[in-house]
């Protein structure tokens, strides 16, 4: 997102990042090491397809890892950010807060 101004600009919004789904998912993830798959599906109110359809996404940009494995013989997704994730919402969060703070009082 540019400004009219030339040589002006103002931050870029990560889009990945900025789509409610995905920024409710980034932000639980965010502050946990680890989160269980039905647990985060409950949590954000998500349908089974919906978060799948998601994470897909974030996972296709390095953002989210995607464990599968099986606890006992119920099988058993984790889901994590990755560093690239846990940077790039870092970042998310420090654009926001400069457009809003730089909104007219």
Request: a neutral charge; hydrophobic letters at 35%.
């Amino acid at each position: 997102m540019t400004s009219s101004s030339e040589g002006d600009s103002e931050p870029e919004i990560d889009k990945l990042i900025h789509e409610p789904a995905r920024l409710k998912i980034m932000t639980q993830l965010y502050v946990v090491e680890s989160a269980d798959y039905v647990f985060l599906m409950g949590l954000l109110g998500l349908t089974w397809g919906n978060l799948s359809s998601h994470l897909s996404k974030l996972e296709t940009a390095g953002y989210v890892e995607v464990d599968k494995g099986y606890e006992g013989k119920k099988p058993r997704t984790v889901l994590r950010l990755t560093e690239k994730g846990r940077d790039a919402f870092r970042e998310y969060r420090a654009v926001m807060k400069r457009i809003i703070n730089d909104l007219p009082k």
